[in-house]
Each structure stands twice: as C-alpha cells, then as structure tokens.
Nanobody, 114 residues
Framework: QVQLVESGGGLVQPGGSLRLSCAASGFAFNSYWMHWVRQAPGKGLEWVSIISHEGDTTNYSDAVKGRFTVSRDKAKNTLALQMNSLKPEDTAVYYC???????WGQGTQVTVSS
C-alpha cells in the first residue's frame, strides 16, 4: 500500500538546522511532483515547498524561501527538506505529500525554541 514516512524532526534552537526525510513506497514516486506542507499549532495547513518529478524544478513559500531546500533521490524514493536558519514560527508538524493523488505522511514535529 501507499506509504509516506517522514523523519528527522525534533527540537532545535532558533538559527539552527534540521533535515527532514520522507520515504515513499507503494506508488510511482518518480512520476509525481511532491510537496512539503506544515501545520502550526492551532492553525491550518500551510504549503511549504514543491519539487518536480525530475527534481529539476522547485518552488517555496515566501516564508521559507532562501532558508529551506527541497530535494529528492529518485533511486531511493526519498524526499528531503533541508531547513536552515530556523525561526520559532517554523514550529509545526511537517508533512510530505503527493497532493494530487491524496497521499500524505503521518508528519514529523519540528519545534524551534530556546
């Protein structure tokens, strides 16, 4: 069955870095554009980033542009989000998603706090 499993979240101080990973299985991962989406406490879903199926096109929300970098490994069926210069407002549960097909992971918690 379809699985998207995120990992790499945790507690980090402001200005720090984290690298999130998402392992995909059960669908043709390399055929789909993939997203990172987050949900802060008490708020709705916020789109973060997108990467093309070939990995050669990316885009970011204004909130994270210049600080986050999305990538994918086609051989390993994995998606990554490198997050640098983290801010307290980046605190959220982060999800990887094949939004078009409706596949979502369970999410990984990122907390940015001193």
């Amino acid at each position: 069955q379809v699985q998207l499993v995120e990992s790499g979240g945790g507690l980090v101080q402001p200005g720090g870095s984290l690298r999130l990973s998402c392992a995909a299985s059960g669908f043709a991962f390399n055929s789909y554009w993939m997203h990172w989406v987050r949900q802060a406490p008490g708020k709705g879903l916020e789109w973060v980033s997108i990467i093309s199926h070939e990995g050669d096109t990316t885009n970011y929300s204004d909130a994270v542009k210049g600080r986050f970098t999305v990538s994918r490994d086609k051989a390993k069926n994995t998606l990554a989000l490198q997050m640098n210069s983290l801010k307290p407002e980046d605190t959220a549960v982060y999800y990887c998603a094949n939004w078009g097909a409706g596949y979502w992971g369970q999410g990984t918690q990122v907390t940015v706090s001193s």
